[in-house]
């Protein structure tokens, strides 16, 4: 038999608890909106990461922008060079052939990085001249080592002049040293993606020689 229907339903106050007093869970004290925005964020663990802003990350330092140096400045010289010369190794293999695809990118990426090295390089006080054009060759890869050898002058002569400047107890202006860093950071940028993308055609040969083979 179904339970009778109570005479008269209770009235319930919405603002309140459903749970008899002394029975429900141990309440905690109500905080505002208003004081909770006050509160200051934590600083530790993932929460830390979370509060930082890509700007402090592309500083390389939270709060703390990192100032180039004729040192600085004179190291990405030379990992530069040592990238210069991989991607020069990279076009000198044999029976190296790039598709479409390939060429386009490369020849941008390649004319890229020589630009920036030229400009870095003129911030040093090295008088690099005009411009090559070894797009006029037939041969693309003949084209990009031109690329290159262009890149590799320049680089060796803002080597040497900053060996140079830093013997005679001198320094580059901070604008100057800023402008070389950003420039060669650029450079360095698509030199590396002309690096991952020469190997993978180099690959490529290697499979299909292993493959006739």
């Known amino acids: 038999m179904d339970n009778p229907l109570p005479n008269k339903i209770p009235n ?43 700007l402090d990350l592309s500083k390389g330092q939270v ?48 004319s890229e990085a020589d630009t920036h090295i030229r400009t870095a390089a003129s911030k040093v006080g090295v008088d690099v001249g005009p411009a090559s054009s070894p797009m006029n060759k037939q041969n693309p890869i003949n084209r990009y080592l031109g690329l290159i050898t262009s890149s590799q002058t320049q680089l060796a002569e803002a080597q040497a002049k900053i ?25 360095q940028q698509a030199l590396d993606y002309s690096s991952v993308l020469l190997g993978k055609a180099v690959d490529d040969i290697k499979m299909l020689f292993n493959v006739q083979i």
Do not use: C, H, W
């Not at 990238?83 to 990118?105: A, D, F, M």
């Not at 060996?163 to 450079?187: C, F, H, W, Y």
């Open 163 to 187: 060996k140079e400047i830093s013997a005679d107890g001198r320094t580059l202006a901070p604008g100057d040293l800023l402008m070389i860093q950003v420039k060669m950071n650029k450079a």
């Open 63 to 110: 709060g703390q922008a990192v100032q180039p140096t004729m040192t600085s400045v004179q190291s990405q010289f030379n990992t530069t060079a040592q990238t210069l010369n991989t991607v020069e190794s990279q076009l000198n293999t044999k029976n190296l052939k790039l598709k479409q695809s390939q060429n386009y990118l490369l020849r941008n990426k390649l």
């Open 12 to 54: 319930i106050d919405p603002t309140q608890s459903v749970e008899p007093i002394g029975q429900g869970p141990e309440q905690e004290p109500k905080t505002s909106f208003g004081d909770y925005m006050k509160q200051p964020l934590a600083t530790t663990g993932v929460e830390q990461s979370q509060a930082t802003s890509p």
